[in-house]
């Protein structure tokens, strides 16, 4: 592999870059919007046109189509900001970059139609297996489906779906190996349909991440691509830069990763401000006075850094693996997803410690460290954070086979 000639340096001091300062700048200003994120489930209209504005949307989008093609460091920092103001915007922007990078896996055509445009195209749904099922049509297919967690998709111009094929009897077409054969297609926002009511649930309620359906949409075929069943699997390495040339254990998991640790740095901060401010009922002392809050705040700080600074020296690694003209290893990859998730895990124990130190406030609905503590255990769930992957990174890291999640 030859050595790649650009973008072969990582930014020395990620926090001094022009976007990371727009994103550090505009948590105050997200703080103004929460009560209306959360009450409406999006983003208003005016917020949505400030991140435009700062880039926010064009981040993994490459130079050659009018973005910033930002490298994945960069990225978290700013998605981790975001999160840090408001989980649900955090949250919205680290999705729609990973839908942006599965739609440069597109046709040179569907690449044009969707990013072609001069302005970023913003894009919802979900690059995970299932949902709908086609029929192929003259120039594409015909498709019909429900999908779950739709996120940002009131804002979206676009949906990602993923789809099974059916043959001319109705059945499910099947990949060589015996496995069901899947598609992922993008649809105009204008063709799906929302389900209303399908996203209530205790945090992150301003993602508006419902279900979603079409029915009978017909699909050209340059507005699809193959799922080969892995999250992501490098479709996009055509474009010139490491950017896309990184595998997707850079990008999927700790794009997820980013979001929980910014919301468990504001628990954190949310903590240490009421601590200033509280005299808890039947003493005489501050909250900060108190040993045992001390000691907590020492921990979580020092829990949540050290999980954020494994994940950046991983995607490192690999970053400079190619930089160097190399391939990176089932080891490193293993090791990055396994970075991500334990960045999680430590976002999670510090939030924990801050909520159970907060007594009485911390069960206020009203309270920043309720809703961080919401937020936090709802990006916890999702599977891409989640404790599988210690298994599976255990088998890599023991020569055993992973499966196929670690290509």
Not at 226 to 241: E, F, I, T
Not at 311 to 336: P, V
Not at 384 to 401: Q, S
Request: proline share 6%; aromatic share 8%; with cysteine.
């Amino acid at each position: 592999m030859d050595t790649i000639a650009e973008d072969t340096r990582l930014p020395v001091d990620i926090d001094a870059q022009p976007l990371v300062q727009a994103a550090a700048a505009m948590r105050p200003m997200l703080r103004d919007y929460h009560a209306k994120i959360e009450r409406e489930q999006r983003l208003p209209k005016a917020l949505f046109e400030q991140l435009h504005a700062a880039g926010f949307y064009r981040m993994v989008i490459p130079r050659a189509l009018g973005g910033l093609q930002v490298d994945p460091l960069t990225y978290l920092r700013v998605v981790e900001l975001l999160a840090e103001g408001v989980g649900s915007v955090g949250w919205n922007l680290a999705n729609n970059s990973i839908g942006q990078l599965v739609t440069l896996g597109l046709p040179d055509e569907g690449v044009q139609e969707i990013h072609g445009q001069g302005t970023p195209s913003v894009i919802a749904g979900t690059a995970v297996q299932g949902g709908g099922q086609a029929v192929p049509a003259e120039g594409g297919y015909r498709v019909n489906g429900h999908w779950t967690f739709g996120s940002g998709c009131q804002e979206s111009s676009w949906m990602l779906g993923s789809f099974q094929i059916l043959d001319n009897e109705g059945q499910p077409r099947r990949r060589p190996d015996g496995g069901s054969l899947y598609w992922r297609g993008v649809f105009p926002r204008a063709e799906a349909m929302v389900v209303p009511g399908s996203w209530d649930v205790a945090g992150l309620r301003g993602t508006g991440s419902f279900d979603w359906t079409v029915k009978d949409v017909f699909l050209p075929e340059r507005r699809t691509c193959p799922h080969v069943g892995v999250p992501l699997d490098n479709q996009w390495s055509r474009w010139p830069g490491i950017t896309y040339a990184l595998p997707s254990q850079c990008w999927v998991g700790p794009h997820h990763s980013a979001v929980i640790t910014g919301i468990a740095r504001a628990g954190i901060d949310a903590l240490i401000a009421l601590a200033v401010e509280k005299t808890p009922r039947g003493r005489d002392f501050r909250l900060c006075d108190s040993p045992q809050v001390q000691e907590a705040v020492g921990r979580a700080d020092a829990t949540l850094d050290s999980g954020r600074v494994y994940r950046s020296a991983m995607i490192t690694e690999l970053w400079n693996t190619i930089a160097a003209g190399g391939e990176t290893t089932l080891r490193q990859r293993a090791r990055c997803r396994l970075a991500s998730t334990h960045a999680a895990d430590s976002a999670r124990e510090a939030m924990d410690l801050m909520y159970r130190l907060g007594g009485s406030t911390s069960f206020k609905r009203e309270s920043r460290l309720a809703e961080c503590w919401r937020d936090l255990h709802v990006v916890g769930q999702t599977v891409t954070v989640g404790p599988e992957w210690y298994p599976i990174g255990g088998r890599a890291l023991l020569g055993l086979d992973p499966g196929t999640r670690l290509r």
